[in-house]
């Protein structure tokens, strides 16, 4: 049979939530070509086959070629072994810089992508990794996996050049502090504050909405800048602004709720 054939079976056979398929599926994992053998990798994941199992399967091979293989697609198994596969395939040693630098990647987001618990330790050096994707992912699994040390190892990626790295610092840092697992850094709040005013509409969104886990009577001028954006900001992010405050018990997101919305009956009426 030709490639495109094999490769079209076992696509197939992952789509069809039959498990009866996985002892096929780990035969083709070894396939002479290795676009098949990826997808069969894939199929055995979407089936809940075993990650072990699978690596099993590709012994066969030369072992640079099993981690071609298998990273792509560890991001879909659900066994806590797949951590340590992804650690010990950050860094390889036997293959091209580049290939090496998209399997490192590959790695980090089957840590990140729906993080398990003991993914939380090496996500952590991660936060400093050359790759601005591999930072941002790493930032927002420890937003869900993370603990309150994490805090002090996301503020630096504050003031990271790259946009998504900043949003999903914020975001992970306000998710820490929303779930209890630590109290509002107060080193955070001049920083979130200045973010306020970026010049990126996300920076400035994921910076108010972080706001709300600041307490605005221990962050008054953080607080005032929400309440700024609030009273004559625009758009989403002044919807953003009044939950901010609202979220804070802060006394005025009433009075600006209901000033908002005068102003939107107003802008109703002229335009009837």
């Given at each position: 049979?030709?490639?495109?054939?094999?490769?079209?079976?076992?696509?197939?056979?992952?789509?069809?939530?039959?498990?009866?398929?996985?002892?096929?599926?780990?035969?083709?994992?070894?396939?002479?070509?290795?676009?098949?053998?990826?997808?069969?990798?894939?199929?055995?994941?979407?089936l809940g086959g075993d990650v072990i199992e699978a690596g099993v399967a590709l012994e066969p091979l030369p072992e640079?070629?099993?981690?071609?293989?298998?990273?792509?697609?560890l991001f879909r198994f659900r066994q806590e072994a797949k951590v340590?596969?992804?650690?010990?395939?950050?860094?390889?040693?036997?293959?091209?810089?580049?290939?090496?630098?998209?399997?490192?990647a590959r790695a980090a987001f089957a840590l990140a992508r729906d993080p398990l618990p003991a993914a939380a330790e090496p996500l952590r050096p991660l936060l400093t990794d050359s790759d601005p994707w591999v930072r941002s992912l790493a930032a927002r699994a420890l937003g869900q996996v993370g603990a309150a040390e994490d805090l002090v190892r996301l503020r630096p990626l504050?003031?990271?050049?790259?946009?998504g790295v900043v949003i999903q610092a914020l975001r992970a840092g306000q998710r820490l502090v929303a779930e209890g697992?630590?109290?509002?850094?107060?080193?955070?709040?001049?920083?979130?504050?200045?973010?306020?005013?970026?010049?990126?509409?996300g920076v400035r969104l994921a910076a108010i909405e972080a706001a709300a886990s600041w307490p605005s009577?221990?962050?008054g001028t953080l607080a005032e800048g929400v309440a700024g954006i609030a009273e004559s900001g625009t758009g989403r992010e002044r919807g953003a602004a009044l939950l901010s405050l609202a979220a804070n018990g802060d006394g005025r997101a009433g009075a600006l709720v209901e000033k908002a919305a005068g102003a939107e009956d107003a802008e109703v009426r002229a335009r009837a």
């Open positions: 049979e030709a490639p495109a054939v094999r490769r079209a079976a076992a696509f197939a056979l992952g789509e069809l939530e039959e498990a009866a398929a996985i002892p096929a599926l780990f035969r083709a994992a070894a396939d002479p070509d290795r676009e098949t053998g990826m997808l069969a990798i894939e199929a055995v994941a979407k640079p070629e099993r981690w071609r293989r298998l990273v792509p697609y340590a596969l992804a650690v010990a395939a950050l860094d390889r040693k036997d293959l091209e810089p580049s290939e090496r630098a998209t399997l490192h504050l003031v990271d050049a790259h946009l697992k630590s109290a509002a850094p107060a080193d955070w709040a001049p920083r979130i504050e200045e973010l306020l005013s970026d010049s990126r509409s009577q221990a962050n």
